[in-house]
């Protein structure tokens, strides 16, 4: 069940997902009967505005299927309306320091400068639920989620782990190699960097994750401390799929 997934993921269970570009309903209805253990709808580099955003999530928790979203960004009104849409929790790009991670963290938690309250939300339950059930919810359900993309990021990736409220570091390899000057994510440096974020996020008791192109990837990115995978996305499923058949019928 979804309530259950920020547990599952603090606990170092291996989880598999990926990220949805497309702002479609019915892609999270297919995706929802695969057997990835959560999907990530990328509202940083994908085409998804609040309405698009609102029904794609309201697919996935009425149909169980626990759902993140990747916010453009880290200011407050973009996580707020993931959040108030029925997201789980948000996976925030470009946390490159502690002041960013104390701000990302107040913003998706309840209490004085943080959260705006609202009752009357999908996530609230459309205000037929006691502010107290509502409170508590927040506590066991949202999942805050750190993107360590830029060379600072990483070398606070331990101070950042350890604040209340971050409960997961995301290595961004693709914006991490381009800062560091290579073009490949398989570069030792990011390598390096994946390592040395992992072990910030274990020391604090926090959930490691990061992107991988296929589940090839898999066995040396769990040798480095990742426990969450999102794999690809949609669009290179179709590509896969597309081409093995083409492929296979022409031979």
């Known amino acids: 069940m979804p309530s259950t997934f920020k547990q599952r993921m603090l606990s170092g269970e291996l989880l598999i997902g ?3 570009k497309t702002p479609a309903h019915e892609i999270i209805e297919v995706l929802a009967m695969s057997d990835l253990d959560f999907l990530c709808l990328d509202a940083e580099h994908s085409p998804f505005d609040r309405g698009r955003m609102d029904a794609c999530l309201a697919i996935a928790r009425a149909l169980e299927k626990p759902t993140l979203v990747r916010v453009p960004s880290a200011a407050p009104a973009a996580i707020l309306q993931a959040l108030d849409s029925g997201a789980l929790g948000v ?3 470009h ?3 502690v002041a960013k991670a104390e701000g990302v963290a ?3 938690r309840f209490g ?3 959260r705006g309250y609202a009752g009357s939300t999908r996530w609230a339950g459309y205000a037929t639920r006691p502010m107290s059930d509502v409170l508590r919810q927040s506590d066991e359900e949202t999942t805050v989620i ?3 993309e830029e060379p600072e990021g990483v070398e606070a990736a331990a ?3 350890a604040i209340d409220g971050i409960d997961g570091l995301f290595v961004g390899p693709a914006d991490l190699a381009v800062c560091y000057g290579e073009s490949d994510i398989a570069a030792p440096v990011v390598r390096d960097a994946i390592r040395d974020t992992g072990q910030a996020a274990q020391g604090a008791g926090k959930a490691m994750m990061t992107f991988a192109g296929s589940a090839a990837a898999g066995p040396e990115l769990r040798a480095l ?3 969450m995978f999102f794999i690809a996305s949609e669009h290179a499923f179709m590509l896969r799929g597309a081409n093995a058949e083409a492929a296979a019928l022409k031979s």
């Open 95 to 97: 946390v490159n320091s």
């Open 106 to 108: 107040r913003a998706a």
């Open 225 to 227: 401390g990742v426990s």
């Open 18 to 20: 990926t990220f949805v």
């Open 112 to 114: 004085h400068g943080g």
């Open 146 to 148: 750190a993107q360590i």
């Open 159 to 161: 101070q950042i782990a």
């Open 91 to 93: 996976v925030v790009p």
